[in-house]
């Protein structure tokens, strides 16, 4: 046997395994392994697959040593010094599958759920990962769409709840400052419905739920205490990274992201699969429609909907799927501290809170809360908005951030702060999403908490020659600087000289 | 400004642009590159797009450095310590085309020459790259092939030649010892044409051209050296690694190969843009057709000849296409130096040489000299026979062979041997060339130049029970061992006890 020794080297190529060997390696020869670039490494235990790097640098890896970077090292399990070997690694044979789809087949449930096991066990890299993404891009049967949600529900962790309802809301997002998840998950709690919501961090927009909740609370809650909060007060909202729910999902969106591929298909399958895999039994959907959000007209807003639906009926979660208002962004604040600020107001019922959110959490919440079969017909609506005045649903939301972790210091909004005005008297007709979310970005938001963007005009607000339309706040000068520059160049907002012909709130 | 500092990193991504950046960052957030894994790296005179891997090691990146790994450090062309800045890499803008050609859209002549020229300036990740590969194996019209070729032709170094003429040869491969071009391009010389051909060192089989001449010449030889040998005896045969020639199709084949991604149109543009960067005005086409060669039935070599053609016929380089019989290895010898040693057996007219190769080198020389306008129809091939049976073919080998540099030392086939024997008598009917190749390669070839096969019987041929079949060659123990068991479990040859239903050699 020929058998190299393990190195750690502190690197971190996650999700993917990578390792590196000497050009010089006295044990194997490199140059045999260079064309395919990927090795199989096995220890005495197991094996896994590792994308290959040649060093030529005898500090990271001697002539006898395999270096293992994060997350190699730690899926190997094995201490530094162990021996392993390596192999020229066959490719999955799942792979064969993806091929005949490039050609044009449709796959199968079983392939599907090959090729998803073996993403999810990390034996895919970047680039087989995106033959698979790629292939299903250009077409996609409902039926593969619903096989893909069973085998990536089926890759990971699954949550049983003892509650015979699990409600759940998701958005599929693109809109700034929706944060209505906040709004909703302690109404639904105030009513005695359970909904333990787990969400992910921004990624491509300025804050979401997770980073916006964290201004308040902790998030980063395990499993088990994440179950603790729920079976105590109702709900939560906490970050769903520690609780490996569809791992595939998370490795088919580490390319899915620099890639910019995001289908309808694969969207459907990797919301409804981490749903079904937190063990949600009902599920409101909100598909923001706007000419900046992500689906842009109705037409392919009822497409997706229809495709929620066949999906949903068949893994057997409940599914309400309504179309909202994406023309703008909701509320005031864009950015963690605003955002939550917006959020506290409305649940605080404070005068000054924004109108729009608080109307499009009570939509939610109101339907949301007809999942329970004991509230009649059409009664969700009035519900909602009872537990919302009475404060009920304020000091739920309270009860959920003290069993969650209160946060210690409240965070303020970022004191570098620029007025951007209108340059002409008129109404505001519109407010791009994808623009004022960059714009956010730049500010710092969502890493520096108080960063954002301060709206004070929405759609149809008459604005004077010189009137704040919205205030960039930043934490840092350089950040400052390039979000500034940015809404000089294009501010994101247009102003109507005439009050006719101005988009109206659809919801 | 921020400024990184320049370290080397002695590490190699090649051909991909890899970055180091410490987490602990103290200039940038290294939060902020993660999740696209790109950026762009920018010094005072350049800027370079790499993929970025986070380091928690500062012996490889301090928090104040950037650490570039072979061949990024020399792409930027600055010294260590050079002040460069980071920032997100915003996708080429050619992606948008690769995108809409996923949803189906043919791709224009303007887009597929802006995706080209990125991919060679290194703009794109190897993911980047499989999306466009996939997507356009699904589907590719002869227009895109045709512009494909253009483009990767444009891509690259393009040589010129003062002859009126400048033949070349190419086989599409998957045949072991089919060393052909070895007999056509000395043929070729001693008749006045001029022939540079240069070609690729085996990738996945036992044995490419340059690996078999390097066993009598030196091969990696620089274009300037390269043309004086051609200036001089009028043909070479050289590596094509250190010309330039289509640099983009070098990009893509380090995503093809690890995809095994082959489609007809992606290897018509690779072969024809190539050739149209060397200069060749007339090529000669060899299509080896056989039931575990690369083209398995003679109705899909007839469409790849129509491909080859229709490319060739627009981007005005004459064809000439050829089917041949691939149903088992050409010549005796399967490895580098077995391989040389048959065509110079062939060259000498030795009576021991092997007839096959003998045959097929004198029908593709045959045909590529009837390129010349001064042959009479149909006379290439008793002039082919005259050049070689006259020894001026063997002269031209050996004035080429000085004029690259002869190799010192003869190799030697490796001396570890074992015998591979039939298990009854009977006679040979199938050699799969496949398997064969597999087994060459882990006796050692093509690293091991003596490694390799060396085959006594063809198919057709009579052998007894416990007669040898084939003779493994390897150079270490450990190879052979694997070889030896690899031929043990599936020896890649069968016979017949009956002696009818044999196949029979098509050319």
């Given at each position: 046997m020929r058998m190299l020794k393990l190195k750690k080297v502190s690197v971190d190529t996650a999700p993917e395994n990578t390792v590196f060997l000497s050009r010089n390696c006295s044990i194997y020869r490199a140059e045999e392994f260079i064309a395919l670039k990927k090795v199989k490494v096995s220890s005495a235990r197991m094996s896994i697959l590792a994308t290959l790097i040649i060093s030529d640098d005898p500090n990271i890896v001697a002539d006898d040593e395999l270096g293992a970077c994060e997350p190699a090292f730690r899926r190997l399990g094995e201490v530094e010094g162990a021996k392993l070997e390596i192999a020229q690694a066959r490719p999955p044979t799942s792979l064969d599958a993806v091929r005949a789809k490039i050609s044009g087949a449709e796959m199968t449930e079983t392939e599907i759920e090959a090729v998803i096991t073996d993403i999810a066990a990390f034996r895919y890299s970047p680039m087989e990962i995106a033959a698979f993404l790629i292939s299903s891009a250009s077409f996609m049967t409902t039926d593969e769409v619903l096989a893909l949600t069973r085998a990536m529900t089926n890759a990971g962790a699954r949550l049983k709840?003892?509650?015979?309802?699990?409600?759940?809301?998701?958005?599929?997002?693109?809109?700034?400052?929706?944060?209505?998840s906040m709004i909703v998950a302690p109404i639904a709690a105030a009513h005695g419905l359970h909904m333990p919501k787990t969400s992910s961090r921004a990624i491509t927009s300025p804050a979401g739920t997770a980073d916006t909740m964290k201004v308040l609370a902790r998030v980063d809650l395990a499993t088990d205490e994440m179950r603790g909060v729920v079976e105590k007060e109702n709900a939560c909202l906490v970050w769903g990274g520690h609780v490996n729910l569809s791992p595939a999902d998370d490795v088919l969106i580490s390319v899915e992201r620099p890639l910019r591929i995001d289908t309808k298909e694969q969207m459907v399958a990797s919301i409804l699969s981490k749903k079904l895999a937190a063990g949600s039994t009902h599920l409101l959907i909100d598909i923001p429609v706007g000419p900046?959000?992500?689906?842009?007209?109705?037409?392919?807003?009822?497409?997706?909907?229809?495709?929620?639906?066949?999906?949903?009926?068949?893994?057997?979660?409940?599914?309400?799927?309504?179309?909202?208002?994406?023309r703008q962004p909701v509320g005031r604040g864009v950015g963690p501290v605003l955002e939550a600020r917006d959020v506290m107001a409305v649940l605080r019922n404070d005068p000054d809170a924004p109108d729009d959110l608080r109307a499009r959490g009570l939509l939610l919440a109101g339907r949301l809360l007809e999942f329970d079969p004991q509230l009649r017909g059409g009664a969700g609506r009035a519900r909602a908005e009872e537990l919302l005045e009475s404060g009920a649903a304020l000091a739920a939301m309270e009860r959920i951030i003290d069993a969650q972790g209160r946060a210690s210091t409240p965070a303020c909004p970022g004191d570098l702060t620029a007025d951007v005005k209108a340059r002409h008297a008129g109404v505001v007709n519109t407010m791009d999403c994808h623009r004022l979310g960059r714009i956010a970005r730049l500010a710092g938001a969502p890493m520096d908490k108080g960063a954002g963007l301060d709206l004070l005009k929405k759609i149809g607000d008459e604005v004077g020659k010189g009137e704040t339309l919205y205030r960039i706040h930043s934490c840092f000068q350089s950040d400052f600087d390039f979000a500034v520059k940015m809404a000089e160049e294009n501010l994101g907002v247009t102003v109507n000289a005439s009050s006719k012909n101005i988009g109206r709130s659809a919801s």
């Open positions: 709840w003892d509650f015979p309802i699990v409600v759940d809301k998701h958005c599929i997002g693109g809109v700034p400052g929706n944060r209505t900046s959000a992500k689906v842009r007209s109705q037409e392919e807003a009822v497409r997706l909907r229809k495709l929620f639906e066949f999906v949903g009926d068949r893994i057997g979660i409940v599914l309400d799927v309504i179309l909202t208002d994406g």
